[in-house]
Every structure is written in C-alpha cells, then in structure tokens.
C-alpha cells in the first residue's frame, strides 16, 4: 500500500543546533514530494518541493535546505536553528492531483 | 500571500446544523482542493473541484466552485462534533505546488 511516514513527531532542539527531519513515502516511484511550515493557528508555506532524486526547488530564502538522497526520502535539514524556525512541519506527497500529508513535527527552538 | 483566503476564520455551530466556509483565490486554477486538519495533525484531502465544474459531492460534503468571482464554498451538512477541525482550500495554478489559505476553524458543540 502507498504510505508516507514522517519522524520524529515533536522536537525540542535549542537556537544554534543542528536539524535533521526526515519523510519517505512507500508503494509508489519518483513521487513529488513537499516541505511545508505551518505556524501556529495558520496556513502552509511552501519551503521546498522535489520532482526527484537531488532535484529539489527552494520557495523562500532562510537557514533551512532539503535533500532527497534516494527516489522515496526527502530530508529537511538546518546547521544552525533559529527561534524563527519554530513550527510545525509537513510533508506532503503529490498523489492524484491532491496530496497526502504526513503526520507532521511539532520543532520548538528554545 | 496567501492564493486562497478561507472566511471565515472561526466558526461554532451546534451538532447537526450545516457550516459552510468560503475561500477566495487571486489567480486562474486548474483544481481546487479542500482538507480538513485535526488538531496537532497532518491535513487530509476531502475533495478535489476542477476549474470547469461547478459543483461536486462527497458524502455530507458539497463543494461549490465559482470561476468568475475566483470563490469556492465547502458545505457541511448534519455536522457532527467529530468534524471539529480546521478546514483549508488549497489551489493548483498548474506551478510547482498547491497553495494553502490561511484556513477555518470549525468548532461543533456536541
């Protein structure tokens, strides 16, 4: 069956730290994959998307990038977080004109 | 900014009255889609209206779509405390993503 799992689900990590959030979608190939951040009690903004391996595309500039080292993995990463970079993060994957999503990491930067 | 703009923000109705919610987008789409997130989840897809139909059903879910007024409408009927979420359109222009509005708040009173 076609699934998507997203890890870890909360995070607390301190300003300066390292990122490392990682999604992998199961029973499909080359799938369209998306990083978005949802702040608190709003909508989703885009961060980045890939149409495939190492092919990835940046929405906004800041201190977050993505890789997509294998067909069905899609990692967000930061060397150095940032209070900003609170929020709750989804990944999604583009199946049948609509998206599935992952059930989301709650990051906290303390 | 925001591609849909859902309206209103916030909405409390009591256990078997419909609700409807309401988006607004800015540019020519080819889909409009709507999901529903509970809270501290990921958002699942409820229903998908292209751009040249008007209306569509699912269950006790009716999507309306107006491409002239570029508006939509996501009606629940018999609301139940378990639709209690957040509701979000989403528009896909044909670019690289779909874009999210800022969402509704739909809070059933048992």
């Known amino acids: 069956s076609q699934t998507i799992h997203q890890w870890p689900a909360t995070l607390v990590q301190p300003v300066g730290s390292p990122l490392s959030l990682e999604c992998t979608v199961e029973?499909?190939?080359?799938?369209?994959l998306y990083w978005y951040r949802q702040a608190a009690g709003r909508g989703l903004q885009l961060l980045f998307y890939?149409?495939?391996?190492?092919?990835i595309s940046s929405e906004v500039p800041q201190n977050l990038s993505a890789s997509r080292p294998q067909d069905r993995q899609f990692i967000l990463s930061s060397k150095k977080l940032l209070l900003s970079d609170s929020g709750f993060y989804l990944c999604?994957?583009?199946?049948?004109?609509?998206?599935?999503f992952g059930s989301g990491t709650r990051l906290t930067v303390v | 900014s925001q591609q849909g703009e859902e309206d209103p923000q916030a909405l409390s109705i009591q256990e078997g009255e419909n609700a409807t919610m309401n988006c607004s987008y800015k540019?020519?789409?080819?889909?409009l889609q709507w999901y529903r997130q509970n809270s501290g989840r990921g958002l699942v897809h409820l229903i998908l209206?292209?751009?040249?139909?008007r209306e569509k059903h699912s269950g006790r879910l009716r999507v309306t779509l107006d491409t002239s007024k570029k508006s939509s409408s996501l009606l629940i009927t018999a609301s139940r405390a378990a639709d209690t979420a957040s509701y979000f359109c989403?528009?896909?222009?044909?670019?690289?993503?779909?874009?999210f509005g800022s969402g509704t708040r739909l809070q059933v009173q048992p």
């Open positions: 999604a994957w583009m199946r049948d004109r609509g998206y599935t």
């Open positions: 029973g499909t190939s080359n799938p369209n």
């Open positions: 890939s149409i495939g391996i190492d092919q």
């Open positions: 540019t020519s789409i080819n889909n």
């Open positions: 209206i292209r751009s040249n139909e």
């Open positions: 989403a528009t896909d222009t044909g670019r690289r993503a779909l874009t």
